[in-house]
């Protein structure tokens, strides 16, 4: 095998912290072998397992993909179709779309899409033929970080524009709140924080193998951060490590917030959160030494009240002085923006139409696709929300409306696609070219065509182009080529290369330096300084002020239900792919020895967790890494692989958060049964039934 021919060098495009170097090795008459890119700076050889085993599995497996579009010829949901020409397909979406365009923006056709792939062009060119068409947008980052994103646009004023992960070595600590990149970026974990010669300190409630290589570990009750963070910042204030002056000159409201958590002492903080007192104070104290990175995952704010969560904790950079330092700072997400690409001309924003609706929140799709008045359309791209969205059992019944004509683009027959009257195969990302911008780093990569799409699949953006054709359109932006749409890209990163050779070296970074967080201390908020005191929070009836609260414990009998990244999976994606699941086995529940015990459950027990949404049938694993009163369901498989036909998002009752409509999903709350108790109670099957047709296969077990 041989990686000289640099020709065959490409980059994951998940949705993941990672953005890994890939080499795909041809085999004379044989399947290609897809591998880690031993020269990748970030991943230095390895991809990761889950990956690794899907590139080579499901994704150049012919039989596992959509590999003609396809028309619907029987029930919605039981993914019944008959192949047929693009052509016909084409002309067939047209047909539908067209009266619903007659009279101004086609509101009534709503379109969900997200991080399917995360490669520029084919995350955004296809929203070029929906501004178009006037469709009504899923503001996608609802169902994500949505939260996060609107506390820290109005502490600081922007979420994208993080610290550069390159400034490791000037750090004093990495505090590491709320991600678990052993799962959701092992990369990350693995080289990264491996790499961190300062102290580690992690907060999450679970002791995750991320937690358990930090030096210092918090554990707090889940929707109890802001009390600890408050918590941290009285520690600060009163050992002189909070930067009074810094404040005073870039800051607003710091007095009052100092002044809030001169009430939360260790004592206090320690029953608000769970957090023993002595390890706030250490951590405190960590943080504090110096410069310090902060990293804000995205599962500590799909909490009920997770902005709020979020505008706590990232105040700690602010009150410790460290922004604008080399070394400290924090991260939420890097976009594309701080490498020069315009999202907006990428996903041609202009486009948009006079009369267009604003985007909605996923939390809100349902009641708009029950509503036959407003929602005559459905165009899913990128996204499964069967497998991903709240209120499975209630979607799969919405989705089965005759008069909602459903269209959906993939590579492979989703639980999603099971719906559509047309599903439009989508070509991977080892049969395209574009460029891939890593949220974690400022860096820029090469997605390369390295193979043929199987059968007569296509790119998000060949699609959309022919759907634009379809219509009779004839705006030349929505025609734009991708080679054009790279070398534009290119341009604007400020690199002086064009695609070939970007493609030869493989990840650049635009910066040789080290980037500054916020260079000149000039914040892009109304007032130009760090907002921990928001006048557009209060006009947004918010509080002006971040508030040490703390989510109580869960009522007596009930458990929090966390479902965060699976280490088998990248959301739903990798679901079909027999390798991923063979090694994640079959679908459980881990549960701390004491509530394991008060129920009477053992590990390899059957039991079922519900709550009023619905019902999951689970295996049992007893695991001290969960602590009492948290219930852990991974995130990620498909439905329709499972024996009950659903995951973990029939649980998911699509409660939002405080800040962006957006989903707190970790707010969940189930209790846990022995099944036989359950069974004998004659309450087994109840929300199963109620998926309809497509919930469980012709030849699923159902004990
Ligand atoms: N219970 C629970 N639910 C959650 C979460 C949770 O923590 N707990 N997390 C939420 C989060 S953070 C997110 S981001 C969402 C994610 O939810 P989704 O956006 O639904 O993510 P996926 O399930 O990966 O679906 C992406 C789809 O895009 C397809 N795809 C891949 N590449 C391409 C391509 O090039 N073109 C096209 N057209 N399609 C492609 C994949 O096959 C897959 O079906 O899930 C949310 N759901
Ligand atoms: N393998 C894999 N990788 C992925 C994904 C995947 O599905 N699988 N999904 C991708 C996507 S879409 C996203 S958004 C990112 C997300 O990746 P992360 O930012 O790492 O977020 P999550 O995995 O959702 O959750 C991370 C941790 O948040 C913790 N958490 C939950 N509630 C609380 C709380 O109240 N307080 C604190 N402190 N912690 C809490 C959970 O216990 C979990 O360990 O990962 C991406 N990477
Ligand atoms: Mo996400």
């Known amino acids: 095998m041989s990686t000289q021919s640099t020709t065959l060098r490409t980059t994951c495009p998940r949705d993941c912290y990672d953005t890994c170097g890939i080499v795909v090795v041809p085999r004379e008459g044989r399947t290609p072998i897809v591998r880690g890119d031993p020269e990748h700076p970030v991943s230095r050889g390895k991809l990761c397992a889950k990956c690794s085993t899907a590139y080579n599995g499901v994704f150049l497996d012919p039989g596992a993909r959509v590999t003609t579009p396809l028309r619907r010829s029987g029930v919605k949901g039981t993914g019944s179709f008959r192949p047929v020409s693009w052509d016909e397909a084409m002309a067939e979406v047209a047909s539908h779309l067209r009266p619903l365009a007659a009279d101004g923006p086609a509101t009534t056709v709503i379109t969900a899409h997200y991080t399917g792939t995360f490669a520029m062009i084919g995350y955004h060119f296809p929203l070029r033929f929906l501004h178009r068409l006037g469709a009504t947008e899923v503001d996608p980052d609802t169902i994500c970080n949505k939260a996060g994103q609107v506390a820290l646009d109005y502490l600081y004023g922007t979420s994208s524009d993080g610290f550069d992960p ?85 800051a607003v409201g710091s007095d009052e917030l100092l002044a809030v958590a001169g009430g939360c002492d260790p004592a206090w903080t320690e029953a608000a959160t769970g957090v023993r007192a002595e390890l706030v104070e250490e951590a405190a104290r960590t943080f504090g030494a110096g410069p310090s990175l902060l990293w804000i995952g995205q599962g500590l704010q799909r909490q009920p009240r997770g902005g709020n969560v ?40 202009h486009l948009a139409r006079d009369g267009a609706e604003a985007p909605i929140s996923h939390l809100d799709l349902l009641d708009r696709l029950e509503d036959p008045e407003r929602a005559r359309a459905l165009i899913c791209w990128n996204i499964n929300i069967v497998g991903s969205n709240p209120q499975q059992a209630r979607l799969r019944r919405a989705l089965q409306r005759e008069d909602l004509f459903t269209v959906v683009v993939d590579p492979f027959p989703t639980d999603t696609a099971d719906y559509a009257d047309v599903v439009l195969p989508a070509a991977t990302f080892l049969e395209q070219d574009d460029i891939v911008a890593s949220y974690f780093h400022h860096s820029v990569s090469p997605q390369v065509r390295l193979l043929d799409p199987p059968g007569e699949a296509m790119p998000n953006s060949e699609i959309f182009r022919r759907l634009a054709a379809a219509m009779g359109y004839e705006e030349p932006e929505l025609y734009e080529l991708d080679d054009d749409i790279i070398a534009r890209m290119l341009a604007d990163t400020g690199l002086v290369m064009d695609f070939a050779e970007l493609a030869r070296s493989g990840t650049v970074w635009p910066s040789p330096e080290v980037r500054l967080q916020f260079p000149d201390l000039h914040f892009p908020t109304p007032s130009g300084h760090v907002e921990l005191a928001s006048e557009r929070a209060a006009a947004d009836g918010l509080p002006r002020l971040p508030e040490p609260w703390a989510d109580p414990a869960p009522p007596a009998g009930t458990l929090r239900l966390l479902s965060p990244s699976s280490e088998w999976s990248l959301n739903t994606l990798y679901g079909n792919d027999p390798g991923n699941q063979r090694r994640a086995g079959t679908l459980t529940v881990t549960l701390h020895a004491d509530d394991a015990a008060k129920r009477g459950l053992a590990a390899g027990d059957q039991a079922v967790v519900s709550n009023a949404e619905g019902q999951l049938e689970v295996g049992v694993v007893v695991d001290d890494a969960v602590p009492p009163g ?38 969940t709350l189930v209790t846990v049964e022995v099944y036989s108790d359950v069974r004998l109670r004659g309450s087994i099957g109840a929300a199963a039934q109620e998926h309809g047709a497509g919930g469980v296969p012709e030849d699923a077990q159902v004990p």
């Open 630 to 667: 948290v219930a852990l369901i991974p995130k990620g498989r498909w439905p329709k692989t499972e024996a009950g036909g659903a995951n973990v998002n029939v649980l998911n009752p699509g409660d939002r958060s405080d800040m962006g409509d957006s989903s707190a999903v970790h707010g």
């Open 166 to 250: 390159r400034s490791l070595p000037h750090a004093a600590s990495v505090l590491v709140w709320g991600a678990n990149p052993s799962a959701s970026g092992p990369h990350q974990d693995e080289h990264w924080l491996g790499d961190a010669a300062c102290p580690v300190i992690v907060v999450d409630p679970l002791h995750t193998p991320t937690a358990a290589h930090a030096d210092l570990h918090l554990q707090p009750r889940p929707g109890t951060d802001a009390a600890l963070a408050f918590g941290m910042i009285h520690v600060l204030a009163r050992d002189g490590l909070a930067d009074r002056d810094w404040l005073a000159r870039y």
């Open 310 to 349: 979020v505008r706590a904790v990232a105040s700690l950079p602010a009150v410790t002085g460290a922004i604008g330092r080399l070394g400290g700072g924090f991260l939420y997400l890097n976009g594309q923006e701080t490498r020069g690409i315009d999202g907006d001309y990428l996903a041609g924003t």
